[in-house]
């Protein structure tokens, strides 16, 4: 069972004004890591598609090495 925060949710915790500083830094820190995760499976995922699958999301397999060949911190 994944334990990770929905967009939504994410996006409702990041535009809270009034929380204290420490918990202000730790819901930005938990944005920047669940962000990362993120990218890292969805590169990850776009190596193993066929390139029938590409062409339906408009890359090709050039394209998709070099968006996965990105670091996970790199939008």
Sequence with gaps: MSHALHTAQINVLNAQAKLPLVAGLAVKFA?????????????????????????????????????AAKPFWQD
């Excluded at 993120?38 to 890359?59: C, F, S, W, Y």
Aim: proline residues 3%.
């Design 31 to 67: 944005v920047a890591v669940t962000s990362w995760d993120t990218r890292r499976k969805t590169r990850r995922a776009l190596m193993g598609l066929e390139p029938h699958l590409l062409n339906d999301i408009g890359l090709d397999r050039l394209s998709a090495q070099a968006e």
